[in-house]
């Protein structure tokens, strides 16, 4: 499924199109990322550069660690946002609801744009560039601007840039290929930085950040004769180390980076439930389909869950035996 790189780009030069005269609101994910972050500003400057007043609506903050690409670019808070001409396009959004529903519910008219790269991705707007084999929603920018000849200034190469580094873990995964990293040249090119790139989005930790990571390690279990690992953070671990739910970005790294295991599961307890985060290696073991199993979506090897009304002291081992009874399945066990 999703389209060819031709076809989104064709779908991309539609929503330019209909833009024209009009006014847009870009708008990101729900606990935005560095592909999120990096797509909107990198959309919102090309439409700007092309005549269309355009600004960035997200639930959520930009996370502060990423502030800084958001050069020249407005964001607005989701519950700050109460303008009604704006024409709405969904970035880095697998589904609709990933928006937020009560930002979504903004724009009764529905989705002008859905420029993405999730599995699955429904094609949700009237014009959809979803490319399933890019490894970032950047990278379906990057190559749809190249070939629309969209202008791309340095913030804007560095916003690109962002979202590819970030959704690659630093240009290792499975996903990157000789022609993500010719396009990455070119915005090397045009001014993206990787040193400054790193500094920014990988060296400038918290002391919070440490101490969450060391409650988070000692919670690892293993199951299945090690080949899954699972990690835990409560609302509490937050409290005691300072830190936020933005601060689990990259945790699940650790359970899956040791030998012998085939999947991470990283469970978050909040208020209204368990939130999950699934990370793999093998392509066979379909993550999504998993995810989906479990209230969730999202990538073959990273993929997300969400189980309303759960509780980890009840339900931590119902979804653990869920993920086992799935990779058992899929692995032919
Ligand atoms: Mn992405």
């Known amino acids: 499924m999703g389209n060819s790189m031709q076809e989104a780009a064709e779908a991309l030069k539609s929503v330019v199109g209909a833009l024209q005269g009009r006014k847009a609101a870009v708008l990101g994910h729900m606990r935005p990322d560095g592909d999120c972050i990096g797509s909107q500003v990198a959309l919102c400057r090309m439409l700007q550069a092309s005549g269309v007043d355009a600004l960035c609506v997200n639930r959520d903050r930009v996370p502060p660690g990423l502030a800084a690409y958001a050069e020249g670019v407005i964001f607005v808070r989701g519950e700050d946002y109460a303008e009604k001409d704006r ?17 979504l519910a903004r724009f009764p008219d529905g989705i002008l744009g859905n420029v993405d790269h999730h599995a699955s991705n429904p094609g949700y707007a009237r014009h959809n560039a979803v490319v399933t084999s890019a490894a970032a929603t950047c990278h379906v920018l990057a190559a749809c601007a190249q070939s629309l000849g969209l202008p791309v200034d340095a913030a804007t190469a560095k916003a690109l840039h962002l979202g590819i580094l970030t959704d690659t873990g630093r240009f290792s995964y499975a996903s990157v290929t000789p022609e993500l990293l010719e396009l990455t040249a070119g915005l090397l090119r045009k001014g993206a930085d990787p040193a400054e790139a790193n500094f920014r989005v990988f060296e400038q930790e918290s002391r919070g950040k440490l101490a969450l990571t060391q409650r988070f390690l000692a919670s690892l279990r293993f199951h299945d004769d090690g080949r899954i690992c699972s990690g835990e953070i409560r609302q509490a671990d937050y409290a005691a180390t300072g830190t936020t739910k933005e601060d689990k970005e990259g945790l699940v790294e650790f359970p899956r980076s040791v030998e012998g295991v085939d999947v991470a599961v990283l469970m978050e307890e909040g208020a209204d439930g368990v939130r999950g985060s699934l990370r793999g290696r093998d392509p066979r073991l379909r993550l999504d389909l998993l995810a989906a199993k479990l209230n969730g979506g999202g990538h073959v090897l990273a993929a997300g869950f969400n189980m309303l009304g759960c509780r980890l002291d009840r ?18 066990r």
């Open 87 to 103: 024409l709405a396009v969904a970035v880095d959004c697998a589904d609709a609801s990933r928006i937020g529903t009560e930002l």
């Open 315 to 332: 339900d931590r081992d119902r979804i653990i035996a869920a993920v086992v009874e799935h990779v058992r399945e899929r692995s032919g």
